[in-house]
């Protein structure tokens, strides 16, 4: 669980990398550089990505957005498309941690996933 939640808490910092076309050494790098054990590191790492992300993308302008660049493993998406997959990232653990709360912990967190 911790684990996971120190993902979700790097997801937004490590994916902006990725979408920069950080090389595999360097995405290596962070992560090795990066921990959050406790609930409040996660926390703050969590909104201190998330803010850095979305200030990242306000700065881009529309011919940026639409600019295309590749991961090291060769995916190649516009820097919207990237915003699109870092969304479907984040969700995609979120509702691991949801159905890990529920099934493994019977811990119903009562949060709603899609409203």
Same mark, same amino acid.
């Given at each position: 669980?911790?684990?996971?939640?120190?993902?979700?808490?790097?997801?937004?910092?490590?994916?902006?990398?990725?979408?920069?076309?950080?090389?595999?050494?360097?995405?290596? !790098?962070? =992560?090795?550089? /990066?921990? &959050?054990?406790?609930?409040?590191?996660?926390?703050?790492? %969590?909104?201190?990505?998330? *803010?850095?992300?979305?200030?990242?993308?306000?700065?881009?302008?529309?011919?940026?957005?639409?600019?295309?660049? !590749?991961? =090291?493993?060769? /995916?190649? &998406?516009?820097?919207?498309?990237?915003?699109?997959?870092? %969304?479907?990232?984040?969700? *995609?653990?979120?509702?691991?941690?949801?159905?890990?709360?529920?099934?493994?912990?019977?811990?119903?967190?009562?949060?709603?996933?899609?409203?």
């Amino acid at each position: 669980m911790g684990e996971l939640l120190e993902h979700i808490a790097i997801i937004c910092e490590a994916d902006w990398r990725i979408a920069n076309e950080a090389t595999q050494e360097e995405m290596e !790098t962070f =992560y090795a550089n /990066v921990s &959050y054990k406790t609930i409040k590191s996660i926390e703050n790492g %969590l909104m201190t990505n998330f *803010h850095s992300l979305k200030n990242n993308y306000m700065k881009l302008s529309d011919t940026e957005l639409l600019s295309r660049t !590749t991961s =090291y493993w060769g /995916v190649t &998406y516009t820097r919207y498309e990237w915003l699109l997959e870092i %969304l479907a990232h984040v969700y *995609h653990h979120r509702g691991q941690l949801h159905a890990m709360l529920v099934h493994c912990y019977n811990q119903d967190p009562k949060i709603l996933m899609f409203e």
